[in-house]
């Protein structure tokens, strides 16, 4: 056995992050690790990779102990991590950062940039990986990135690589590319962990599956021997049913966009004449391959970017010229795409982050003085009823999971009871329990008679949630159907810029 891990215990405090679990690896192997938020997955990786210390339990490698004290000895040992948030130099190009911490010399002194660029194109050779490596790192999508930081890993020719939720952050397309990546990796002797929320990505790649819950390793399986089904009940505990949602009268437009341009650095439009609208007590989804003007939408309505022409109304009030703190006023509450850029302070308290936009209510404060236990019981409560998993109130919010992060943000935004909530990839990372819960809540807004803009490239999310659905391609609106005459094909035509024979809805 390659690698195996034995009796892993970790303890924070009074948490057990890991109770006694096993996992072993073999040479070209593809693990799966699934979970739920806060299953103890993470904590593993970093107890493998050396970025922590398990409280019990040992490490061996070919059969030999290993300690671990730093990263850096998990390296000299083969091992290596793609890390769920990307730890590149941004104003770096893409070969510096490939080659950061072991750069090829001139005179054995001088950064040597042509060996650098070189190297980086010799490993994207050997790996069937594209990139050019003059590009600076900010200016790479996400996916790009991602792909530096898997060069990065192979560059310091780790044999054993960690994936922490890799496609957490990328588009579909990229997601592919990545499965492939990953598949490539293995066909070439390199063993590969893989932590996922999505099922559907277990099964295309994986050999093996491995699911935790609450730090214990409950079940490990070939691929070939377990189903979708038979993994998200094990993970969650129970089965998760299909959700039959009643259809709900409307009474009334919230959100009103008119005509809206917003034009680019060159002639063409990112968003061009753009008109939707959306009820109060329907979820309106917006379709699309994302880079279509979906973000740049969110911004125009929440205040981000100034429009170039057109108009957009909350319940009949233009928002035009408004500042974003006024838009919020005017009922519009937003999950933002990007949680840690838009939707918190990473240094702040759970409770600074809870309040953000309830700071003048009642219960938060009076005459401009907060009410530090009203603010207590406020926190408490939201952390209570979203089931948010931290260490406390006092905890720094750059410092939870992923999929906690998400909830707590969702927490307050819904919270917020404002005519509008803007949704946009509201489950993106999160595991199949956390993302039934969001969906109940955005549900529950729209029993309440809100209206709801659900911005997401999970297809299915929109199908299964939306009452209307726009179809947004080259920021045009490309369709509009009712949810009874919405399928995958003809969404999907749509989406990648065909024409669609469908019957053009409502
Ligand atoms: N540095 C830490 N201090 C305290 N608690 C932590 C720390 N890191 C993780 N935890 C807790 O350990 C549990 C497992 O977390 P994690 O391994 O990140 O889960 P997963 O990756 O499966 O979502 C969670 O309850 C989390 O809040
Ligand atoms: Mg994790």
Known sequence: ????????????????????????????????????????????????????????????????????????????????????????????????????????????????????????????????????????????????????????????????????????????????????????????????????????????????????RQGKRIKEMAKSETSIEELSFLMVGRHIVERKIPPQETTGTVLDVQDLVLSGSDKKNILDHFSIHVDAGEIVGIAGVSGNGQSELIECITGLTQITSGDILICGKTIVGKTVGERRTAGCACIPEDRYLWGCAKQATLTETSIMAHQREPAISRYGILNTKGIQKFTSGLLERYDVRSGGLSQKTGELS??????????????????????????????????????????????????????????????????????????KVAGEFRKQDATEESLGILMMGGESNEPKAV
């Open 1 to 212: 056995m390659l690698l195996e891990m034995k009796h892993i215990t970790k303890e924070y405090g009074t948490l057990r992050a890991n109770d006694d679990v096993d996992l072993s690896l073999r040479e070209g192997e593809i693990l799966a690790v699934v979970g739920e938020n806060g299953a103890g997955k993470s904590t593993l990786m970093k107890i493998l990779y050396g970025l922590e210390k398990p409280t019990e339990g040992d490490i061996y490698i070919n059969g030999e102990l290993q300690k671990f004290r730093s990263p850096h000895d998990a390296m000299a040992k083969k091992i290596g991590m793609v890390q769920q948030h990307f730890m590149l130099l941004q104003p770096c190009t893409v070969a510096e950062n490939i080659v950061y911490g072991h750069e090829p010399k001139k005179s054995g002194i001088f950064f040597d940039r042509k060996r650098a660029a070189a190297i980086t194109k010799e490993l994207c050779e050997k790996y069937g990986l594209s990139i050019d490596p003059s590009l600076i790192v900010s200016n790479c999508p996400v996916g790009l990135q991602q792909r530096v930081e898997i060069l990065k890993v192979l560059y310091q020719d780790a044999s054993i690589i960690i994936f922490d939720e890799p496609s957490a952050v990328l588009t579909p397309q990229e997601v592919g590319e990545l499965l492939k990546t990953i598949k490539k990796l293995a066909s070439m002797g390199k063993s590969i962990i893989i932590i996922t929320h999505k099922l559907s990505e277990v099964m295309e790649v994986a050999d093996r599956v491995m699911v935790m």
């Open 402 to 475: 992923g999929g906690n992060l998400q909830k707590m943000i969702v927490a307050r935004e819904i919270e917020l009871n404002s005519n509008l909530l803007i949704a946009a990839e509201p489950t993106r990372g999160v595991d199949i329990g956390a993302m039934e819960f969001i969906h109940s809540r955005l549900l529950d807004k729209r029993a309440k008679g809100d209206a709801v803009l659900l911005i997401s490239s999970e297809l299915t999310e929109i199908m299964t949630l939306s009452d209307r659905i726009y179809v947004i391609y080259d920021g």
